[in-house]
């Protein structure tokens, strides 16, 4: 294929969001708490915000950090990069400064943009000159480009810069559990992918709107974003996952999906004052049914709803494959792999595992990431044999749908025998005063590691281990069943910002208080 026909096969994420402001440039865009954007707004403000970069130096290839909660000005910059054809490289908002200076020094991003209630997280770097130019979205600010002046004076005409399929689009970071955070590379092609695969999974038209509490520096925040802007949809920015807020703002605006994932789900569920608001919009929602089936069959039987259970990833899409139950339905746990992505349930040689025996989950498509930023060797680990290794465990079903076994770094090994801890945690959240359940390894000097499981009780429940433990003799063999059971509220539990359980946090926080006992 030469240049030009290969040019003229491309589509980019750039390419989607153009389309979507002259479709649907009447259309409400954007909305939040106390405003709104159309889509024509949208490209107006995005292209101002593009023109006053390159003003500032920042051309195709630089990257620019973005700092900050989820808010309508996040957006513009998405857009803004995209024309450029610059990088968005996007930082945690609840990363350590130390953590956020070290993805500034090996990101070396030209800018950064930055919430005003953020600028604190910038103390390691803010007397350095690692980072060129500095912007604010809120407010003057010593030191700081101000956000609204700096767009008012540009004009609003795209820059005339040619964008490439394969052009790096953004940089999102993963919540790994060791090391310093990796960051994935998402290209414009991929990311355009992802916003097509979610419009045809999910039936996405413009009636529908998205609850954006949700992170846009994750893939669940970013790729729901991409996939209302191209189906002409409303996407309300929430700084918060605030479960009254997100039913005015569900009410106000008949939104219709968003992930309800651990710890938002119940405080959706349990609100006092979630009756007193019409939720009848909502269609759908996403999250994690493997992880508390019963509260996910009393959301959906509550608000009337459909649930997909999601599997997912960074570096491939946060749709990989997904379960789905209606209205009162307990979960099945079967997931169906989505389009555009080839799934290979692996053994170690990378052969395909027989049908219903476990194996790695290796994916390749045109969604997944260019590789991690500046990083050879995670790189070649991760692509090793020609496919995303994602480090999940998988089992395919007689029905070609596949479920979900654990993390391959979370294997204990107790006896010489080898435990998953998700298996135990799914016996354990079947008890219907169960809300939330995780299980890991705990170091024993007769076994070398033993089953360890924090419990989280449902509202009202009651519930001892010594019941626990006669269920689970019930459902499990000897060698998988927890020697050690504690019991924790919700709120003691420490989650990533999407809502996933921190399984090692939790594990040295049990191991200390334990060691502390003896």
Not at 289 to 313: H, R
Not at 442 to 451: Q, S
Request: charged fraction near 20%; glycine fraction near 8%.
């Amino acid at each position: 294929m030469d240049d030009l026909s290969s040019m003229a096969s491309q589509f980019t994420l750039n390419s989607l969001f153009v389309r979507s402001f002259r479709v649907f440039s009447k259309r409400r865009a954007i909305t939040s708490e106390t405003s709104s954007l159309t889509y024509s707004e949208l490209e107006t403000r995005s292209h101002r915000l593009a023109n006053a970069l390159y003003a500032l130096g920042v051309g195709k290839g630089d990257k620019v950090a973005v700092l900050s909660e989820t808010r309508s000005e996040y957006v513009e910059a998405y857009c803004a990069l995209s024309s450029l054809g610059a990088i968005a490289l996007t930082i945690n908002i609840r990363f350590h400064p130390d953590e956020v200076a070290y993805c500034l020094r090996a990101g070396a991003p030209k800018a950064i943009i930055v919430s005003g209630a953020l600028i604190s997280s910038l103390s390691a770097v803010q007397d350095s000159d690692e980072v060129e130019f500095r912007i604010s979205f809120d407010g003057p600010t010593e030191g700081y480009l101000n956000y609204g002046t700096l767009i008012a004076r540009e004009n609003p005409h795209a820059p005339a810069v040619e964008i490439l399929a394969t052009d790096i689009y953004n940089v999102l970071y993963t919540s790994g559990t060791t090391g310093r955070p990796k960051g994935a590379m998402i290209s414009q092609g991929a990311a355009a992918v992802r916003a097509m695969r979610l419009a045809q999974w999910f039936s996405l038209t413009p009636e529908d709107g998205f609850i954006g509490w949700l992170p846009l520096f994750h893939c669940g925040g970013d790729e729901s974003l991409y996939a209302t802007i191209l189906t002409g949809g409303a996407y309300c920015t929430l700084r918060k996952a605030d479960a009254e807020t997100m039913f005015k703002v569900i009410e106000r605006d008949r939104l219709t999906w968003t992930l309800l994932l651990p710890g938002v789900i119940t405080d959706f569920l349990h609100h006092p004052r979630r009756k007193y608001f019409d939720l009848s919009s909502m269609r759908f929602a996403i999250g994690y049914a493997n992880m508390m089936p019963n509260v996910v069959t009393e959301l959906t039987a509550s608000v009337n709803i459909d649930f997909y259970d999601a599997f997912g990833q960074t570096e491939a899409s946060y749709l990989v494959a997904h379960g789905f139950s209606g209205p009162g339905e307990v979960p099945s746990m079967a997931k169906t792999p989505s389009p555009l992505m080839e799934i290979r349930i692996a053994n170690d040689d990378l052969s395909e595992a027989p049908i219903g025996v476990p194996g790695e989950c290796l994916v390749r498509g045109p969604s997944v990431m260019s590789g991690y930023l500046d990083d050879p060797v995670a790189t070649s680990e991760v692509f090793s044999g020609g496919w995303l290794h994602t480090g999940d465990i998988l089992v395919r079903n007689e029905d070609g749908t596949l479920s979900y076994v654990d993390r391959k770094k979370y294997l204990i090994k107790t006896g010489g025998e080898n435990v998953y801890p998700a298996e135990v945690e799914n016996v354990i959240a079947r008890m219907p005063q169960v809300q939330e359940v995780c299980v890991f390894g705990i170091a024993d000097d007769h076994w070398g590691e033993v089953v360890s499981a924090v419990v989280v009780l449902r509202p009202g429940a009651l519930l001892g281990k010594e019941e626990i433990l006669r269920w689970c003799k019930d459902h499990l063999g000897g060698y998988k069943r927890p020697r050690e059971i504690s019991f924790m509220s919700a709120n003691q539990l420490p989650r990533s910002t999407t809502g996933k359980l921190q399984r090692h946090l939790l594990a040295s926080i049990t191991n200390k208080v334990q060691n502390d006992q003896n």
